[in-house]
C-alpha cells in the first residue's frame, strides 16, 4: 500500500523512501531518543536500510503504516510516526512517533500523532488507539493526555522485547510500560469530545 500524504500547518508526513535512509540512521542511531526504549539505537547504515525495508514490509503487509515527518517547505525528515498492529476486523491500532532530539520542544511530534490518529478514524475506520509509554518519559506522558489518551495499566516488562521496544530488557535494567489508550468520541476532562480519539503502540516511542 502507498501511504496517503497527510498535511498540516508545519508538517508535511509522507512515504519514506530509499533516499531518506540516512536521515534515519541519524535519527533512530541517536542514543538519546532510544533511551526509553527497549532496544538500542541503530549502530550503522545498514541497520536504517533493515529498518527501511521493515518499514516497507509492514505497509506491503498493511499491518504498519509508518509516515516520515518532514518540514513544510523543507522536506528535511525529522521523525516518523507509526499507526501499528493495525487490526481492521477490531478496528484499532497502536500509535507512536520518533522525533530527532534537537527538534524535540517544538510541538512537531503532537502535531504529527493528531494528524495521524485523526487519519486512522476519518480514513481507515479506526475506533481506538493505543499509546504504550515508559512511565519515565514524561515528555511523552504529557503529551498523549494533552490527545486525550486514558491510562488502562501499567505493567512491569517481560524478557520478550517487541518491535515497539516497549517490553524487555533495556540496556541492562528492567522497563515498565504504561498503556494509554483514547475512543473516537471519547469526552474529555471538561465534558467535550476531542478531535482525536481512539483506544488501544510501536507507539512507545512518542516524543
Known amino acids: 500500500m502507498v501511504l496517503p500524504t497527510i498535511?498540516?500547518?508545519r508538517l508535511v508526513l509522507r512515504a519514506i523512501t530509499p533516499h531518506d535512509v540516512d536521515?534515519?540512521?541519524?535519527?533512530?542511531?541517536?542514543?538519546e531518543?532510544?533511551?526509553?526504549?527497549g532496544h538500542p539505537s541503530l549502530a550503522n547504515r545498514a541497520a536504517a536500510e533493515t529498518l527501511f525495508e521493515a518499514i516497507q514490509a509492514g505497509a506491503?503487509?498493511?499491518?504498519?503504516?509508518?509516515?516520515?515527518i518532514t518540514l513544510c517547505g523543507t522536506g528535511d525528515l525529522i521523525g516518523t510516526c507509526t499507526l501499528a498492529s493495525l487490526d481492521r476486523q477490531h478496528r484499532r491500532a497502536e500509535i507512536g512517533a520518533a522525533l530527532a532530539p534537537k527538534n524535540h520542544g517544538q510541538g512537531y511530534a503532537e502535531e504529527a500523532v493528531r494528524a495521524v490518529i485523526?487519519?486512522?478514524?476519518?480514513?481507515?475506520?479506526l475506533h481506538r488507539v493505543t499509546a504504550d509509554v515508559?512511565?519515565?518519559n514524561v515528555?511523552?506522558?504529557?503529551?498523549?493526555?494533552?490527545?486525550?489518551?486514558?491510562?488502562?495499566?501499567?505493567?512491569?516488562?517481560?524478557t520478550s522485547t517487541r518491535r515497539s521496544g516497549r517490553t524487555g530488557s533495556c540496556s541492562g535494567f528492567w522497563s515498565a510500560s504504561g498503556v494509554r489508550a483514547v475512543r473516537r468520541g471519547l469526552p474529555d476532562a471538561e465534558g467535550e469530545a476531542p478531535k482525536v480519539a481512539a483506544e488501544g503502540s510501536r507507539g512507545s516511542e512518542t516524543t
Open 7 to 9: 498535511r498540516t500547518s
Open 23 to 31: 536521515a534515519l540512521f541519524g535519527i533512530f542511531g541517536d542514543p
Open 33 to 37: 531518543l532510544t533511551r526509553y526504549w
Open 60 to 68: 506491503a503487509s498493511g499491518e504498519l503504516f509508518q509516515w516520515g
Open 118 to 125: 485523526n487519519h486512522g478514524f476519518d480514513e481507515l475506520g
Open 134 to 136: 515508559d512511565p519515565r
Open 139 to 158: 515528555p511523552a506522558l504529557r503529551l498523549v493526555e494533552r490527545l486525550g489518551f486514558r491510562k488502562e495499566v501499567c505493567c512491569a516488562s517481560t
